[in-house]
């Protein structure tokens, strides 16, 4: 099992800047990528972008070139800098660990919310 706890949402300015962060715990050796994904009102939930424990990352192409996945194995934390927002980032933020020996079983956190006003 593996939990996950969120933190760093809330409300900007178009052009701003916010950082998510993201607190892996319990059988964190199991994990393969860190992600964040996001879901808008009336729409499905979609990759923002990934990071797997051997270092590649991949984006939306919506995302690319304004927001920057990392992780601090260290502190078991990943985290998402978002620049030069724009208020169709508005979304829900959901952390997703990819986890398993095995199988792989995908874990979340409860979401925050990111609000970018025009």
């Known amino acids: 099992q593996v939990q996950l706890v969120e933190s760093g949402g809330g409300l900007v300015q178009a052009g701003g800047s916010l950082r998510l962060s993201c607190a892996a715990s319990?059988?964190?050796?199991?994990?393969?990528?860190m992600g964040w994904y996001r879901q808008a009102p009336g729409k499905q939930r979609e990759l923002v972008a990934r990071?797997?424990?051997?270092?590649?990352?991949n984006y939306a192409d919506s995302v690319k070139g304004r927001f920057t996945i990392s992780r601090d194995n260290g502190k078991n934390t990943a985290y998402l800098q978002m620049n030069s927002l724009k208020p169709e980032d508005t979304a829900v933020y959901y952390c997703?660990?990819?986890?398993?020996?095995?199988?792989?079983?995908?874990?979340w956190g409860q979401g925050t919310q990111v609000t970018v006003s025009s």
């Open positions: 990071a797997t424990s051997g270092g590649r990352t």
């Open positions: 319990g059988s964190i050796f199991s994990i393969n990528a």
């Open positions: 997703n660990a990819a986890a398993g020996v095995v199988r792989i079983t995908d874990y």
